[in-house]
């Protein structure tokens, strides 16, 4: 009888955990009524503080840690054959990939997508992100490469960047092996992997040695790590996926492999005051459209700066990992760029004023906006049940730039 009695208070205290999880949660959340499918995005937001709650028991336990099981929830699963395409998993030096091939015989070489999952540098993997890179290789009849970079926090900066640099550099070196045309390579990515795609094009633009990178496609990146007081990020401070403060954490965790000054970065207390004269040509709330800011948007004071902060998280400057604050002579050099945009999204204004410095300088720029998207919607596109037709309607977006490259 005693074990019964112990499995079941266990299984109560259990529940009773993981629903005052998701209370707690859900007093902090916010779903505005404009977003597509509300009603959904509760579901999925439960699910993933459901995860959240039974990873923090599961570390308690000694199991395995939060982190490990939310991987292991979020990893996806090899899916069955696809009649239109060869899958096949390999390795570009270190760096694990995964390549979707049309079957259809090519009428010439095919054009390839690389591409870079999101996940905030801390979560995401080639198996999480199956079903998107399967939907562009099948309807653009591109070659997609889909690369496993190592995460942090156990590999902080730039070990993320180096594998998406490095992957990129082999295929492109290799293209001919693949039947891909070397002119007409992109490189593509969602949330952390649209700041992975941004880096490496930054990277790559003044390469000789080289064909040029056809385009770059940034789905919702994140590009900048000064000022997280933007008018998205007082719109939008607690709308699900990503909430302004879990932006500011999965950067700290990129850069430093911890969080432990997230509220000064949040505060803006790690600028230096040269550094944020420097940089307000780029940065500042002017350059965003007057329409992204009627909604609610108060100019924000930077506490005072913080020089034991700054040399703490000073690393976070680097244009590979804020490509914003990159110089205008590397912007010019950069390919047609396609940008897409949630406008409930914290991360929404970094790829406004990357916009518009891409189009300052010259650089063409297609740019799509879900006006009731959020940010993680297109990997959820064709979700069992909770598929949201905005995120098919984003990634049709997409395909449809491919094929017109």
């Not at 095919?110 to 080639?126: E, L, N, P, T």
């Not at 010019?332 to 891409?358: A, G, H, N, W």
Request: glycine share 8%.
């Amino acid at each position: 009888i005693l074990p019964v009695i112990l499995l079941v208070i266990f299984t109560a205290s259990f529940i009773l955990a993981v629903m005052g999880t998701i209370r707690s949660e859900y007093s902090n959340t916010s779903i505005p009524s404009g977003v597509n499918h509300p009603g959904k995005l509760r579901i999925v937001h439960a699910s993933m503080v459901a995860t959240s709650a039974m990873g923090k028991i599961l570390e308690k336990l000694g199991v395995c840690s939060e982190l490990a099981f939310a991987r292991y929830v979020q990893s996806g699963r090899r899916l069955w054959p696809e009649p239109r395409l060869w899958l096949e998993d390999a390795a570009f030096g270190r760096v694990p990939v995964r390549l979707y091939r049309p079957r259809a015989p090519p009428a010439g070489p095919r054009a390839a997508a690389i591409f870079f999952h999101g996940g905030g540098w801390v979560h995401g993997s080639i198996g999480s992100y199956e079903d998107l890179c399967r939907y562009i290789a099948r309807e653009s009849d591109v070659v997609v490469v889909s690369v496993g970079y190592r995460l942090a926090p156990e590999h902080k900066y730039p070990a993320a960047y180096e594998d998406c640099l490095n992957a990129t550099l082999h295929f492109m070196k290799n293209t001919e092996h693949y039947g891909v045309d070397p002119a007409n390579v992109v490189v593509c990515g969602d949330s952390a992997g649209g700041n992975l795609a941004a880096a490496v094009c930054h990277t790559l633009a003044s390469r000789s040695d080289l064909p040029k990178l056809r385009a770059q496609i940034l789905i919702y990146p994140g590009l900048q790590a000064l000022d997280f007081n933007l008018p998205s990020y007082q719109q939008n401070p607690s709308v699900p996926l990503v909430s302004r403060e879990r932006a500011a954490f999965f950067a700290l965790q990129y850069v430093n492999g911890n969080a432990l000054h997230r509220q000064e970065v949040l505060e803006g207390s790690h600028i230096p005051p040269d550094m944020r004269l420097k940089y307000r040509k780029w940065l500042s709330p002017d350059n965003i459209p007057e329409k992204f800011k009627v909604t609610g948007y108060k100019p924000h004071k930077p506490h005072e700066f913080n020089a034991e902060v700054f040399e703490k998280v000073k690393g976070i400057f680097h244009p590979n990992i804020c490509p914003l604050l990159a110089e205008d002579a590397v912007i010019q050099q950069l390919p047609e760029s396609f940008i897409l945009t949630c406008e409930y999204d914290v991360l929404r204004d970094d790829s406004l004023l990357y916009k518009k410095r891409l189009e300052d300088n010259g650089v063409p720029v297609t740019w799509y906006h879900l006006e009731d998207g959020f940010h993680g919607i297109i990997s959820l596109f064709d979700l069992p049940v909770l598929s949201f037709t905005s995120g098919k309607r984003g990634l049709d977006r997409i395909v449809e730039f491919i094929k017109g490259l």
